[in-house]
């Protein structure tokens, strides 16, 4: 029977080709999250037990035109103010090990660094989960795009019923499944949201899973397909429609997403976000652990200026 171990193994060193004793990461791309960061959409806030935004939601009931220049005004207070509560929801990655692990992993014998891999397996961790779950409708209480932004626009977000607050409500449409009515119906979302030419209030930026974006660069000409030329000597990674950026997550789907920093937000506490806490030793074992904890959630301040496309 042959040896497990060759001599060629026995005699040999293995050529390790690992950049400055790290593991080449297999799974993580945080894509949305990097561009959550560029357009704004992360804030960083003192938190409190609930997030609040104020609105300001409707048109003065008693502004009109007067058919008389002593014709009475209404004396009815003035209510145009109301809020979108939010609760922080709760992020935490623990990262274990032993002191054998340590111990088996000197500085002169590292392929890699394990103790530093782990801590930065659990950022990358961090991220993924987070960024996989913006594109769920609820995890543990984080809010996803989904709930932000239903298929049918309405849904109770921020505490306020769409269903009764038509002002609350976003735009939803389906495009065909051939991308044929793509950008037509693309174009009527974002007019919707933006609600008249030269607002600076509409979407800043499309979020989608890959599939979506890449159905929309087929359909494109040359000089419709990116940014600026920056981004174009990438090989086109990111797209533009009209002037917004278009970025696809590995976790989307169908759904596109419109977006902006003004209107959606992901709010995170400045003392607690990707907090990398204290190492500390199980009193029971001879074990390790260090823990990265989060409070964030996402929200929207103004709800109908965001929109979402699907395909039928």
């Not at 989608?208 to 000089?223: D, M």
Request: charge should be negative; proline fraction near 4%; glycine fraction near 8%.
């Amino acid at each position: 029977m042959a040896l497990s171990v060759s001599q060629i193994m026995s005699a040999s060193y293995n050529d390790v080709v690992n950049e400055s004793r790290k593991p080449e990461n297999q799974w993580a791309e945080s894509a949305a999250m990097r561009e959550l960061e560029k357009q704004g959409c992360i804030e960083r806030i003192a938190g409190g037990p609930q997030i609040e935004t104020t609105l300001d939601y409707k048109r003065n009931d008693g502004a009109e035109f007067q058919t008389s220049d002593l014709q009475d005004v209404s004396v009815a207070k003035t209510d145009v103010l109301t809020a979108a509560l939010y609760d922080p929801a709760q992020l935490t990655v623990p990262i274990v090990w032993s002191r054998a692990d340590e111990a088996k992993n000197p500085t002169t014998n590292q392929k890699v660094n394990l103790v530093q891999s782990l801590l930065t397996n659990g950022l990358d961790s961090h991220d993924d989960v987070m960024e996989s779950s913006l594109f769920e409708l609820d995890t543990n209480g984080f809010l996803g795009l989904p709930t932000i932004v239903p298929d049918d626009g309405q849904g109770t977000v921020g505490g306020i019923s769409a269903v009764t607050e038509a002002w609350w409500r976003n735009y939803s449409t389906t495009y065909a499944a051939d991308f044929s009515t793509f950008i037509a119906v693309a174009t009527t979302a974002y007019n919707t949201a933006l609600k008249g030419s030269g607002s600076g209030m509409g979407p800043k930026f499309l979020l989608s899973g890959p599939t979506p974006h890449a159905g929309y660069e087929a359909k494109l000409v040359a000089n419709q397909r990116f940014v600026d030329s920056d981004e174009a000597s990438g090989g086109f990674r990111v797209l533009a429609f009209k002037t917004l950026r278009y970025v696809f997550s590995q976790y989307g789907d169908d759904h596109v997403y419109f977006l902006s920093g003004k209107s959606f937000k992901l709010y995170v506490f400045k003392n607690a976000y990707r907090m990398l806490g204290d190492t500390a030793e199980f009193p029971q074992t001879n074990g390790f652990i260090r823990k990265i904890f989060t409070l964030a959630q996402t929200g929207t301040n103004n709800k109908s200026r965001l929109a979402v496309i699907r395909s039928a």
